[in-house]
């Protein structure tokens, strides 16, 4: 994931936009998208986005997940996540004084036609560490 920050594929070598999923190869038993990939698909970015866009000095993960299953997910599906560069900067107001955090992101998967496949929210926990004591035992 260097460069352009997508993944080379193993198998064509060609860079490959992500976060994606193929239903192709993780299908449920109805020919579909199956939702754990599609949760799967988004579980790390908006935590990774929020930890890069704060820069050191902060803690932050994944907290919590929901998805909201719309249509049926066929072919192949993606999703974008985007963090506004206001709501980096009020998490930071959040917790300069070392108060957590707990702030909800919103995105939807779609299918190659735009159609929408489901509503995904996740929850990211950030914490400003605490700077260490000069006179630290």
């Known amino acids: 994931?260097?460069?352009s920050g997508s993944p080379t594929s193993r198998t064509t070598g060609r860079r490959q936009p992500w976060p994606?999923?193929?239903?192709?190869?993780?299908?449920?038993?109805?020919?579909?998208?199956?939702?754990?990939?599609?949760?799967?698909?988004?579980d790390p970015f908006f935590a990774l986005l929020l930890m890069h866009r704060l820069g050191e000095g902060y803690v932050v993960w994944d907290a919590a997940g929901e998805i909201d299953y719309v249509s049926p997910g066929?072919?192949?599906?993606?999703a974008t996540m985007t963090i506004d560069l206001a709501v980096v900067e009020q998490i930071r107001a959040d917790t300069?004084?070392?108060s957590?955090?707990?702030t909800w992101f919103e995105t939807e998967i779609v299918d190659e036609r735009g159609v929408v496949v489901a509503r995904v929210r996740r929850q990211v926990y950030a914490r400003r560490l605490r700077e260490r004591s000069a006179v630290a035992a």
């Not at 994606?20 to 698909?41: D, E, H, V």
């Not at 066929?74 to 993606?78: A, E, I």
């Open 74 to 78: 066929r072919g192949r599906v993606t």
């Open 20 to 42: 994606t999923a193929s239903p192709r190869f993780n299908r449920n038993y109805f020919g579909t998208a199956f939702g754990g990939t599609l949760s799967a698909m988004t």
């Open 1 to 3: 994931m260097r460069g």
């Open 100 to 102: 957590k955090s707990l």
């Open 96 to 98: 300069a004084d070392g």
